[in-house]
């Protein structure tokens, strides 16, 4: 059974940096591409960006490319998601996700929380 779990979600200034991460268990995190989604108020869900099982192929969403770096840590089943120059409009509740851009499924998680406000 897929179990994802958002953490390091919060409150932060525009300008401002916060680091995501995402445990993984229940199949094998190696051999999967990963996903970051977002849901914003009253909006539906938004892919984000993706990454290849060993790492090396990185996508993002054109909202967010040049501010957010996705990776993992394959030794330690988690994902992260470093975002940078945070703008109020990324204000949304972030969830991680099994698989490619076309392909992400939810892990059941409850997300993690990201406020971008003066």
């Known amino acids: 059974q897929v179990q994802l779990v958002e953490s390091g979600g919060g409150l932060v200034q525009p300008g401002g940096s916060l680091r995501l991460s995402c445990a993984a268990s229940g199949f094998t995190f190696s051999s999967s591409f990963m996903s970051w989604v977002r849901q914003a108020p009253g909006k539906g869900l938004e892919w984000v960006s993706h990454i290849s099982n060993t790492g090396h192929t990185t996508t993002y969403s054109d909202s967010v490319k040049g501010r957010f770096t996705i990776s993992r840590d394959n030794a330690k089943n988690t994902l992260y998601l470093l975002m940078d120059s945070l703008k109020p409009e990324d204000t949304a509740v972030y969830y991680c996700?099994?698989?490619?851009?076309?392909?992400?499924?939810?892990?059941g998680g409850q997300g993690t929380q990201v406020t971008v406000s003066s």
């Open positions: 996700a099994k698989g490619g851009r076309f392909t992400w499924t939810q892990g």
